[in-house]
């Protein structure tokens, strides 16, 4: 291979590289997703529902209309009467096997199972799971055709209990998941309306988002580090479920709302969010930046506005609320700013209609392409 046809390989693959690949080789080979706690690996069978124009959205929803259905097995909860159980027959003297509801097996749809944390399961239950991967077999019942089985696990390195013998690893295909980026996670937030104090934080604070696999994360005070016995810490499951905390900062007041925070995303992190919290008093309403934008006010400090940018996002409708904005965005200085407002406008489907018709906008994708 030439100089030339050398590839950068990557060692770690995103949640948008695995939903498109899971479809294509679990029906082959069992795919087992690892990761450290908290970065998405459980939310792949929704989102491979979603790209499949299935309604599945929660474990044990019943939809008639989906093309499969969707099971969500929780591995280290569950014991061998959970798959299913050999029954006598009093006609034929025999022992019959009976698969649990879990599999749904009076529905002869095919299945996409997920084996979420597959590495922590009872040693029993491993022959059993091993046996439903290599032969798409629950039990003695075999699955309907088109069915396929994908597992998740945390990394051994995390040293929160995951293993595997290396027999039954080399019957499958172990995949190392990446931690998101701050794009991204930003974007994901946004569709799902995280308070904008959440976003800030992770916008201006790039570092809560490393990985300790990384190398020189030894004084990172927000992540997951293995053998610190750090039970609250930053990952994307915990600054979105801290939202709850965020959106009712006022009714509790700064002391709880932190004490809160602590114990979701751990101390540090808490600390520097509260902090935060004061800005949105600070930013003037986007609508008033729209009407006037050569003249409204903008706030003095820079976290205040990245808040507004972001807010933002969500109050441009039409391409003049865009144009007027952006001449606003001209009198704030920070050209990191400018880059997380032109990729957040261009990973939202409604705002990149939008961007693709701004002259500047297109101008900046031009240059930064990668990053949306």
């Not at 391409?319 to 990191?336: G, H, N, P, V, W």
């Not at 489907?349 to 101008?363: D, I, K, M, P």
Request: net charge negative; hydrophobic share 40%; proline share 5%.
């Amino acid at each position: 291979m030439s100089q030339q046809q050398k590839v950068n390989f990557s060692s770690k693959v995103t949640l948008d590289q695995l939903r498109r690949m899971i479809p294509v080789y679990a029906p082959e080979i069992t795919m087992v997703v690892q990761s450290e706690p908290g970065v998405g690996k459980s939310s792949l069978l929704a989102m491979i529902a979603e790209d499949n124009g299935d309604a599945w959205r929660r474990v044990g929803d019943v939809c008639p209309d989906d093309k499969y259905d969707y099971i969500y097995v929780d591995c280290p909860v569950k014991d061998s009467m959970d798959v299913g159980g050999y029954i006598p027959d009093r006609d034929t003297k025999q022992l019959e096997f009976y698969a649990s509801e879990l599999f749904k097996m009076k529905s002869s749809k095919p299945k996409i199972i997920m084996l979420d944390e597959l590495m922590k399961s009872q040693k029993m239950l491993m022959v059993i799971w091993t046996r439903l991967m290599l032969e798409k077999m629950a039990g003695d019942s075999r699955l309907p055709d088109g069915s396929y089985i994908f597992a998740t696990s945390n990394n051994a390195s995390d040293l929160v209990g995951d293993s595997m013998l290396e027999h039954a690893g080399n019957r499958v295909m172990i995949v190392p998941l990446a931690k998101t980026s701050v794009n991204k996670l930003l974007a994901y937030m946004a569709k799902h309306n995280i308070s904008p104090v959440i976003r800030t934080w992770v916008a201006l604070n790039p570092r809560c988002l490393a990985s300790y696999l990384d190398g020189g994360q030894e004084d990172n005070p927000y992540i997951f580090m293995p053998g610190k016995k750090r039970l609250s810490f930053v990952s994307p499951r915990s600054l979105c479920n801290s939202d709850v905390v965020i959106r009712n900062a006022d009714m509790f007041g700064p002391e709880i709302t932190q004490v809160a925070l602590a114990g979701v995303i751990g101390h540090a992190a808490a600390e520097s969010m509260v902090a935060y919290i004061s800005l949105e008093k600070e930013i003037i309403p986007v609508a008033d930046a729209i009407r006037d934008p050569e003249n409204a006010r903008v706030p003095e400090k820079i976290a205040a506005q990245f808040m507004m940018a972001l807010n933002a996002l969500e109050d441009i409708q039409t391409q003049d609320d865009l144009s007027a904005f952006m001449i606003y965005m001209k009198r704030m200085k920070s050209e990191e700013l400018r880059s997380l407002f032109f990729s957040q406008l261009m990973s939202n489907s409604r705002t990149a209609r939008l961007g693709r018709n701004n002259a500047e906008v297109n101008a900046w994708i031009e240059k930064n392409f990668d990053l949306i």
